[in-house]
C-alpha cells in the first residue's frame, strides 16, 4: 500500500509565504512523477507544478515565478515553496505520485488527502 501525507498548510496573509510537503511511504519501488494540484469552491481541480524523477519542473502560469517545487528522493518527498501569495492562491492542496509499487511493472496513480491553504487578510 502507498499512502501520501501532505503538511504545512494554513493560513497566511497576502504576500507571506507557505512550505508544503508531501511524503509518500509504502510499498515503493521508485516514484516518477510527482506533483502538487489544488482546488477551489466550485472550482475543477487544477495542476499547479509538477517534477520528474530526474529534478526537471513544469509549472502552471499562476504559479510560475512564485512557487517552487523541488523534491527528495531518498525521503521520496516532494515540497512546494510557495511565495508573494495571493487570495486567489485559497485552495485544498493535493500530492500526487506516479508510483512503481514493489512487486508490480506498472505504474499507479495516488492521491494525498489534501492540505488547506487559505491566503487572507
Known amino acids: 500500500q502507498v499512502q501520501l501525507v501532505e503538511s504545512g498548510g494554513g493560513l497566511v496573509q497576502p504576500g507571506g509565504s507557505l512550505r508544503l510537503r508531501c511524503v509518500a511511504s509504502?510499498?515503493?519501488?521508485?516514484?516518477?512523477?510527482m506533483g502538487w494540484y489544488r482546488q477551489a469552491p466550485g472550482k475543477q481541480r487544477e495542476l499547479v507544478g509538477a517534477?520528474?524523477?530526474?529534478?526537471?519542473?513544469n509549472y502552471a502560469d499562476s504559479a510560475k515565478g512564485r512557487f517552487t517545487i523541488s523534491r527528495d528522493n531518498a525521503k521520496n518527498t516532494v515540497y512546494l515553496q510557495m511565495d508573494s501569495l495571493k487570495p486567489e492562491d485559497t485552495a485544498v492542496y493535493y500530492c500526487?505520485?506516479?508510483?512503481?509499487?514493489?512487486?508490480?511493472?506498472?505504474?499507479?496513480?495516488?492521491w494525498g488527502q489534501g492540505t488547506q491553504v487559505t491566503v487572507s487578510s
Open positions: 500526487n505520485a506516479d508510483v512503481y509499487s514493489s512487486g508490480s511493472y506498472y505504474v499507479n496513480n495516488y
Open positions: 509504502g510499498s515503493i519501488f521508485s516514484i516518477n512523477a
Open positions: 517534477i520528474n524523477s530526474g529534478g526537471r519542473t
